[in-house]
């Protein structure tokens, strides 16, 4: 058995777990990322792309302004730029009710220093001439932005090589305890790796390492179905999104159309299998055509969707273990990991090395599901036919 030594080792090489050894490396670090496949190949490397500021969970904009400033400083922090681009966020109500919440939504991010954009069907229809005419009212965001998440861990990684973080592929963690002050882990190549802080951030996958430090979450498995259409010239620079969920869209400059549909679909993380349903391609063009009529004839050339981790109340899981000290977990991104995760990288480090990060993250602690379970109340609207786990996750003893 080969033996390796770290300050720190990463379970996962997603985004949060390069982005968290990045930052480690530029303070001196000496980090082991362990992935059981390739890195980026799982929700990181598939997603929307989206990096939605607007309508966010209240108690998250502080990480997630934080983040997006990371992300405007991608060039600087990986040296590539990966199709990063400021294409602003269209948030859409249909009638008023929805107006109202696209409202609340606005005042929120307002009270945190965003600049929402709160506009009527004839503003509208001046500025992006495209939106069909059920299209009541709009919010939007100037500061949201997109990147290609295809490009972007793959990216994070090599500047965290670069740094002299270490990258194992292919392995994966079989065995994970607490030896002395720090953790022994064995992987499935027969690998032995000893560190003295250990990070979970292994997505979908997570609840497993938790477990065998005695404590849990509810996770499940699911993901967003995702389309690509033939190219069209040109025209939709923001990323538009309808508040009932129906849909969620962008055109990059290649003219291709990337929509999401919604609701999310099972994923099987054992398979590692994310099917989309045929029918769900139908209802998104349906759902497309009505906010972009001009697109109602535009054919979808391929579709996919990813293996994503969501907890009942539509919140990750953040910060220190509460039974393993030097035991950090970051998981359950619940569809909005993209956009937090050089911010999560960043707080993770700071506890890592400093005990503590300015950003407060006491509503992701894992300890929130010792006693009762929240249950996210759109959940129902959100998901085809998966079931919150409705019990307080029972932690297995030992
Ligand atoms: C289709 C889709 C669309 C999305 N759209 C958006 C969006 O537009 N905006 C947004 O903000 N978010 C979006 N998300 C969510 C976002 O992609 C995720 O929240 C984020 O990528 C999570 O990153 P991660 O590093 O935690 O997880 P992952 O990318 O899943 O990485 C975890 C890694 O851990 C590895 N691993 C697991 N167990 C082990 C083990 N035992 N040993 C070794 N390695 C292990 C896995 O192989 C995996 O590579 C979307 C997700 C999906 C699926």
């Keep these: 058995m080969s033996r390796l030594a770290a300050d720190v080792a990463i379970i996962g090489g997603g985004l949060v777990g390069c982005w968290t050894a990045l930052f480690l490396a530029r303070r001196g670090q000496r980090v ?30 502080p990480l997630s302004l934080r983040s997006q400033e990371l992300w405007e400083q991608l060039q600087e922090l990986v040296g590539e730029s990966c199709e990063f681009e400021r294409s602003g966020h269209l948030y859409l109500a249909y009638d008023a009710a929805e107006a109202g919440k696209l409202a609340a939504y606005a005042d929120v991010s307002e009270s945190y220093g965003l600049a929402i954009e709160r506009l009527g069907p004839a503003e509208l229809r001046r500025r992006w001439p495209w939106l069909g005419r059920e299209v009541a009212a709009a919010t939007y965001s100037a500061r949201d932005a997109t990147a290609n998440p295809r490009l972007v861990t793959p990216a994070v ?33 027969g690998l032995a790796i000893e560190c003295g802080q250990l990070v979970n951030a292994a997505g979908a996958w997570a609840v497993e390492i938790a477990e065998r430090f005695g404590e849990s979450a509810p996770l499940f498995p699911a993901g967003p ?62 759902a497309l055509a009505r906010v972009a009529p001009v697109l109602a004839g535009c054919h979808v050339i391929r579709v996919w969707s990813g293996i994503e981790g969501y907890l009942p109340d539509m919140i990750p899981v953040i910060g220190a273990s509460q039974t393993a000290p030097g035991l950090f977990h970051a998981f359950g991104f619940c569809g909005h990991g993209f956009q937090i995760g050089p911010g999560v990288g960043l707080c993770l480090t700071e506890m890592i090395l400093d005990g503590a990060t300015p950003t407060p993250l006491a509503p992701f602690s894992i300890g929130r599901f010792k006693d009762r379970v929240e249950v996210n109340a759109k959940f129902r609207s959100e998901f085809d036919a998966v079931e919150p786990a409705p019990k307080a996750a029972a932690p297995p003893t030992g």
Excluded at 160 to 189: C, M, P, Q, W, Y
Excluded at 255 to 276: E, H, T, W
């Design 32 to 61: 082991v990322i362990v992935e059981k496949g390739v890195v980026g190949a799982q929700s990181s490397g598939v997603n929307f792309g989206n990096l939605r500021l607007q309508g966010r969970f209240p108690g998250q904009y």
């Design 225 to 286: 179905p995702q389309f690509v259409t033939e190219p069209f010239p040109y025209l939709i620079e923001p990323s538009v999104q309808a508040v009932d969920g129906s849909v969620i869209f962008r055109q990059i400059p290649r003219g291709n159309v990337i929509l999401a549909g919604y609701p999310r679909s099972a994923a099987d993380p054992v398979a590692n299998r994310a099917p989309v349903p045929p029918a769900k391609t139908l209802a998104a063009m349906r």
């Design 157 to 189: 990684a090599r500047a965290a090589r670069a740094l002299g973080v270490t990258i194992i592929e292919n392995a994966r963690v079989i065995e994970s305890k607490a030896v002395g002050s720090g953790f022994l882990l064995g992987t499935d190549t």
